[in-house]
């Protein structure tokens, strides 16, 4: 009876030294950001997470803590690709044939060292076809052919076909963030400009993809903005901001033309959809989403989550210029802008008419 008592004892200070020891419980993670394939039928999600503490650094070992890109086939909600990696992730594309899928991450290890990204994988393996080191941005060219990535101090576009260098873009190297216009014949990117003793300045700026040279550059605003959501038929773009603003800017004057507002606290992430007929803000802190009739700008349409686990692992601190934890692309219509998937509950596929759920995805 003694060595019985013993041996339960000894049993609980085990078990209960194990438990001090273990890691801590980690909730289900949220998609930071999400992608659909120009078919359709194709989703990817981004979860950021950690790494593994060493240099050079690894994903975490605990795959409940590293940060993961996932592809899925929405007819049957099946995971056809699982990619590992470590950061914060602020964006995720498809390219427009739908062949490769790009990630830009940003990381820097404890003792300050960069290490942000831009990924490339073969959209049907998972398998790294490019790593572009010190990138923290980029963008597919609507045909396809070219990538333009920018770093701390260059924006480049390469030629997709063979990687090779075509020229930099001066006037927005080190832009928070790039986008090609519709046409292909330009790039706008988002300057924050820093001045002693005066408030940041935000303000987008145009360049000649061609030459190189500047073509425009819209009045500078106090209020930041991260990134560009271009309109279909090349007329306007939006711009999300804190306290649930959206402002809609005229393409040709670079001029703000109207302000929206989701009357929801937290940034605001403008999409427009395909076919030209909504213009979205989602909410990146409860991951609702606000519907405004591009022709009317009357809302047209509200929808909520329930579950919204929308984390970043890395503190950065107001003085730094990207800022992932802001605004990274948590929303994006579906092609055929019937529906809009949301980094929330695992990843959501919603219809836009009545709001009905249509997959979810996630383990």
């Not at 349409?301 to 107001?318: E, H, L, M, P």
Request: glycine content about 8%; aromatic content about 10%; hydrophobic content about 40%.
């Amino acid at each position: 009876m003694i060595r019985s008592n013993s041996f339960i004892i000894a049993l609980v200070v085990t078990f209960s030294c194990a438990a001090l020891h273990a890691a801590p419980f980690v909730p289900a993670r949220d998609p930071n950001v999400v992608a659909i394939a120009p078919s359709g039928n194709v989703v990817a999600t981004g979860c950021s997470g950690m790494s593994d503490g060493s240099f050079p650094p690894r994903p975490h070992p605990d795959v409940r803590k590293c940060a993961v890109v996932a592809i899925w086939d929405v007819a049957t909600g099946k995971r056809l690709a699982r990619m590992e990696t470590f950061g914060d992730f602020t964006q995720l594309a498809f390219s427009p044939d739908g062949t490769l899928l790009a990630a830009a991450r940003l990381f820097a290890t404890a003792d300050g060292v960069p290490m942000n990204e831009v990924r490339i994988w073969d959209a049907t393996t998972g398998r790294v076809v490019k790593v572009l080191d010190r990138c923290h941005a980029f963008c597919f060219a609507p045909a396809g052919n070219r990538l333009a990535v920018v770093s701390r101090s260059k924006c480049v576009v390469y030629d997709k076909t063979d990687w090779s260098k075509e020229h930099l873009i001066p006037p927005l190297g080190g832009c928070v963030s790039v986008s090609f216009l519709n046409d292909g014949s330009a790039l706008l990117g988002v300057v924050r400009e820093t001045k002693a003793e005066q408030p940041d300045q935000y303000f987008i700026r145009k360049c000649d993809l061609e030459t190189g040279k500047q073509l425009q550059q819209s009045q500078p605003l106090a209020n930041a903005f991260y990134r560009l959501a271009l309109a279909p038929d090349n007329a306007s773009l939006a711009t999300g901001h804190d306290g649930g603003n959206v402002l809609v800017w005229d393409l040709a004057t670079l001029a703000p033309q109207l302000r929206l507002q989701t009357s929801i606290k937290g940034w605001a992430h403008p999409f427009f959809s395909p076919d030209g007929k909504y213009l979205a803000g989602g909410c990146q802190d409860n991951g609702d989403v606000v519907l405004w009739d591009l022709n009317t700008t009357k809302e047209a349409g509200r929808f909520s989550f329930d579950k919204w686990n929308a984390r970043t692992f890395y503190t950065r601190t107001a003085e730094e210029t990207f800022r992932p934890e802001k605004d990274p692309q948590r929303f994006v219509f579906h092609p055929d802008s019937s529906a809009y998937l949301v980094g929330g509950s695992g990843g959501v596929l919603r219809l836009i008419d009545g709001g009905r759920e249509l997959k979810r995805f996630g383990d």
